[in-house]
């Protein structure tokens, strides 16, 4: 138990990436509103945006023609994500080399178990501080940090600490630190369950914890016992090394809103056939579909199934996000951006195992799909696709 109190979890998240990125490139929009989504004109989203354009109300998933009335005087550049992803890397690759137990959770975000190699470089809060110094003096990068003994509290102090801050938060400054937060800071509460939370008097922490179970699970479902766990500063979720590259996603914001369910179906089968080809690239298969669907009014929803047998078929994506996207109700509803995504990925050898007849494995779907992949391999991705998909908008 004394060893899972003490401080051996940190959470690096590098500090307004994309722009901070941008400024370290060209030294001219230092100081300067920079706002990374593309062209104010177009109907996309801001991406990352500097501090100096947050003191304008510029947030990240804003849409673009909001942010410039708001900043008008702001400066907007696309998305460089060959560069990111570039830069990234070589932060990841820092982390790294103090640890082997890093689980990547995004572009610019990780989460690290150093508990195996403190006798060699020292305290947690140690290794976060190198960290910070190496990602600095190696990539002209800030990068917060937040320390303590589960996720969610380092994660917690890395946002208090922002930006460019090492905080570490322990067992014992738990009572102190937590209660008066708001609860907005509870992973997985967001503006609706926010809403409803208000509703029932809880604004921080310490209301939360003083709300029964029951009385949360009427109001918030399943959802209940995981927010009162967090609101106690309890998280036994592992650092998962394995983490990255465990699902693959393609999403498109439309340049108008849409309500053709047709026109939807077909960019779903689009997209179930990338994923699928670079499923079979990797030699990977996957077992978790996911859907997104982004409103007019930005009201986003996800629906997700986990499939019996994993799959690398186009036919058996498409299949199953038509089912998925039949459950919500698009009557009345213009869609802003679609999304796919694929996830519970594994090694094709290893999802193998088990499947005793060809016909449960989809042996023809697999056979056809390979047939497609051979033939674009050698004349090109545009060479050969299918009917419905010929007549799809120009500007998808």
Known sequence: MEAANQL??????????????????NPSLLGQPVIVGGNPDSRGVVSTCSYEARLYGVKSAMPMAQAIRLCPQGIFLPVNMKLYQ???????????SFTPLVEQLSIDEAFLDVSGCTSLFGSAEQIAREIK???????????????????????????????????????QEIPEVLISLPVKYIWGVGEKTLKILAGMGIQTFGDLQQTSLKSLERR?????????????????????????????????????????????????????????????ILKMQARTI???IRFADFRTVTRRRTIPKPSDAETV???????????????????RLIGLSLGNLCP??????????????????????KVLDQIRQRFGEDKITRASLMTRVKDH
């Open 220 to 280: 918030l479902g399943n959802q209940a016992h995981q927010f009162l766990q967090l609101a106690a500063g309890i998280d036994l979720r592992p650092v998962e090394a394995d983490r990255e590259g465990k699902s693959l996603g393609r999403e498109i914001t439309f340049s108008e809103d849409l309500d053709d369910r047709e026109y939807l179906d077909n960019v779903l089968l689009d997209f179930a056939g990338q994923l699928a080809r670079r499923l079979r």
């Open 348 to 369: 094709i050898d290893d999802c193998q195992q088990g499947i005793l007849f060809a016909e449960e494995a989809g042996a023809e779907p697999r056979e056809l799909d």
């Open 133 to 171: 110094r190496r990602v600095w003096q190696e990539q002209g990068l800030t990068i917060s940090m937040g320390i303590s003994y589960n996720k969610f509290l380092a994660k917690l102090a890395t946002e208090l600490g922002k930006p460019n801050g090492c905080k570490a938060i322990s067992r």
């Open 317 to 335: 994506f498409h299949h199953t996000a038509g089912e998925l996207i039949e459950r919500l109700d698009l009557s009345g509803h213009k869609v």
């Open 290 to 292: 996911t859907l997104k």
């Open 86 to 96: 570039q830069v990234s890397r070589q932060v990841m690759a820092i982390m790294a």
């Open 8 to 25: 051996h979890i940190i959470h690096g998240d590098l500090d307004a990436f994309f722009a901070a990125v941008e400024q370290r490139d």
